[in-house]
């Protein structure tokens, strides 16, 4: 491979070393410097119509937009001269004639660019006097509502639905101070992955429905996760106020999601805020499921589960270290290990490399897979009447009750108790979700990441790697975990896929796993 040819360039007076090619724009963000601007975004193509990141390079006749100029060797480039910022100035006073004072009332208040530049380089006062031009608010079907009024007409919206989705629906409609969104007759923003525009905007013109006045983004705590909708393992933020979850993000990952996030994925927000969850030990006593301590919990567990043959039933959304945990806790007894998938229609992003909501309806099955437990689509299949039944976060959706052991113990480790749970539960172990705990993920290309809590568990729920934590060392298993960190390293320690990971290492863009380990481990790998 031939090697990359770098340039040598001063942007504010900060010597930079880049590759050539690169947008003046992108150069100046290496060297810390952010260059204003509106229509660009690194994942759509250049458009260069805002105007807003027009910047002074020296021997340049006239002032140039950063997005769309490359770097040269020896450029002098001066983001902050009087001139670019003066020009900035005028762009900022033009798109302001007809943009509305209604900060306090838009939901991107507090995180709108058109903000934060105004406040930086806007003037401090206006010099229109005459009335606003009005709009009424669009519906454009989904998730979507356009509020023409705050539009600036940056048109990554168009961009990403012409050359990212492939769906062309929406354009620049009219011409001049009349220009807005427009959306083709008959069609709606119904693709499942058009929520993208939402965060794309820079503005307020774009909102969700769903996110609709729920929250101002200076009340929200935010928080690093993975997505658990499908085994992409797109890379998310978590959204909460007042600890109950309000929305999920896409975050960054060239390697994963790039930009984007289908809507499958965002609504899975809603799953982790349920209020009928489990939160205080459960263990029946004469007939009915009696609230109890942990380690009387804990205790019945091990009780429940010695001298027999224990199947274990594993939701494939369950973290590494939880699923490593459950295999060393009956490794010393007879056992079987099984789970399933959901399973739906996949659905790619076709301007995005390798970016689909997937067939598999599940963030882990690929690490459950590694982990040797077997995919099966009859749960209790062979199940017989007096094994032990150890689940854990699979709520038995669609299961028979009679399908469940007659004679033997049922252990639960569930955030809810399901109808069929209630009625047949020994133990239930109330546990946390992918928001209110930390962990790891393994994606259908092997890559291994971290994320974050983001809110706490109700009640006294604790993360399902604690609790068999706990039951490993009840029943003498070796090893004290006190922390996620110290069961992936056990873990690593212990299989040749994930030989070699460091759980701090994996940062927040993960790791993949050895490949030579993971021929099969997804049932995906070639889709």
């Known amino acids: ?30 060297a810390g410097v952010l260059i204003p601007h509106y229509c660009y975004h690194p994942g759509l193509p250049v458009a260069g119509v805002c105007r807003m990141c027009l910047v002074e390079v020296e021997k340049f006749p006239k002032l140039a937009p950063a997005c769309a100029t490359t770097v040269m060797e020896g450029q002098v480039v001066h983001v902050h001269s009087p001139k670019a910022l003066e020009a900035r100035k005028g762009v900022l006073e033009f798109l302001l004639i007809n943009h509305p004072l209604e900060c306090p009332l838009c939901d991107q208040a507090g995180e709108c660019e058109l903000q934060d530049y105004t406040f930086a380089e806007g003037r401090a006062d ?18 979507v509502l356009y509020v023409a009024n705050r539009c600036i007409l940056c048109t990554r919206c168009v961009r990403f639905m012409d050359d990212v989705a492939h769906e062309p629906v929406l354009n620049v409609s009219e011409r001049g101070d009349r220009a807005f969104i427009g959306k083709a007759d008959g069609h709606d923003l119904t693709n499942v992955w058009a929520g993208n525009v939402v965060d794309l905007c820079p503005v307020g013109a774009l909102l969700s429905k769903d996110f609709l006045n729920k929250a101002r983004a200076w009340e929200l705590d935010r928080a690093a996760t993975v997505c658990t909708g499908c ?11 007042d600890n109950v979850p309000v929305r999920l993000r896409p975050r960054p990952n060239d390697a994963v999601n790039q930009y984007y996030m289908c809507e499958v994925g965002r609504q899975t ?34 009780r429940a589960l010695a001298g027999r043959r224990v199947v274990v039933v594993a939701s494939p959304n369950t973290s590494n270290e939880a699923l490593f ?20 229609i996949a ?11 997937r067939e598999e309806r599940a963030a882990n099955a690929t690490g459950a897979r590694l982990l040797g437990f077997e995919e ?22 669609g299961v028979d009750g009679a399908a469940l052991p007659a004679a033997g113990p049922i252990v639960y480790l569930g955030t809810t108790v399901p109808a069929v749970i209630a009625q047949r539960a020994t133990v239930v172990l109330p546990i946390a979700n992918t928001l ?73 863009r993960g790791l993949p796993v050895s490949h030579e380990q993971t021929a099969g481990a997804s049932a995906e790998v070639s889709a």
């Open 376 to 397: 099966r689509d009859a749960l209790l299949a062979d199940v017989q009447a007096d094994d032990a039944l150890l689940i854990l976060g699979d709520d038995l959706t």
């Open 126 to 143: 206006s010099r229109y006097r005459e009335p606003k031009r009005f709009n009424p608010v669009e519906d454009f079907g989904g998730d």
């Open 269 to 302: 927000y809603r799953e982790f805020g349920r209020r009928d969850r489990a939160d205080q030990p459960l263990l029946r006593t004469a007939g009915s499921l009696t609230v109890v301590e942990w380690d009387e919990a804990i205790a019945a567990t091990v």
């Open 325 to 344: 945990l459950l295999d060393r806790l009956v490794a010393g007894q007879d056992h079987d290990k099984r789970f399933r998938v959901e399973k739906g």
């Open 347 to 357: 659905v790619p992003l076709p301007g995005a490399t390798d970016l689909a909501l």
């Open 436 to 508: 209110e705990e930390e962990g790891t993920l393994t994606n259908l290309r092997g890559r291994v990441q971290r994320y974050l809590q983001a809110r706490s568990a109700p009640g006294v729920a604790r993360p399902a790697w604690y609790v068999l934590a706990d039951l490993v060392a009840a029943v003498g298993g070796a090893g004290a975990f006190f922390q996620p960190g110290e069961v992936f390293a056990a873990l690593a320690a212990s299989l040749p896929a994930f030989a070699g990971l460091d759980y701090d290492a994996l940062g927040l």
């Open 1 to 30: 491979m031939a090697d990359v040819k770098m340039v040598n360039l001063t942007i504010e007076g900060r010597p930079v070393t880049v590759p050539d090619g690169m947008s003046i724009l992108e150069a100046a963000k290496t």
């Open 231 to 241: 085994s992409q393992g797109c890379n998310a933020v978590a959204e909460t106020r």
